[in-house]
């Protein structure tokens, strides 16, 4: 039987700012925005060339249990995965995104720029919302 990720929850203040940095700034595809239970909200965007999209909103539960309860910004290590981190890094900068440098592992150490053999899983560049959930982009090789 398959298990496959479909949806991760991220915490956000503000989910109009959210769905615009999400939608315009990283050009992820709106999937819904509507109401989720009484009194809540959920919109769920697509990365492009992904399966799994991620969703955030207001008054967010199943039941009576709340599906949000970490504090805006505090999620970390969220990866993208692309194909040319370079062209990945240049595309999300030109849209207005402050993405960290480039940098690579080598022997265990960190090192500036991209793996030379452009290794898979080895390259990665960070980003953050507004509110300070940390993204990853990492290589995955050509």
């Known amino acids: 039987m398959d298990f496959k990720l479909e949806l991760v929850i991220i915490p956000v203040s503000d989910v109009d ?3 615009v940095f999400y939608t315009e700034k990283l050009g992820f595809k709106l999937e819904v925005d509507g109401r989720a239970n009484e009194g809540g909200r ?3 965007v697509t990365p492009p060339g992904s399966a799994c999209s991620i969703g955030f909103g207001s008054g967010l539960s199943m039941g009576t ?4 309860t970490a504090a805006p910004g505090s999620q970390r290590g969220l990866h993208l995965v ?3 981190i370079v062209a990945a890094r240049g595309e999300l ?9 480039i940098r690579h592992i080598e022997d265990g150490q960190w090192k500036p720029g991209v793996d030379p053999a ?7 560049a960070e980003f953050s919302d507004a509110d300070g959930n ?3 982009l990492q290589e995955v090789g050509r």
């Open 65 to 68: 249990r709340p599906l949000v």
């Open 42 to 44: 959920i919109v769920q």
């Open 118 to 124: 452009h290794s898979r899983y080895m390259s990665f």
């Open 82 to 84: 692309v194909e040319d």
């Open 134 to 136: 940390l993204w990853v």
């Open 93 to 101: 900068v030109s849209r207005g995104v402050q993405v960290g440098e």
């Open 17 to 19: 700012r959210a769905k």
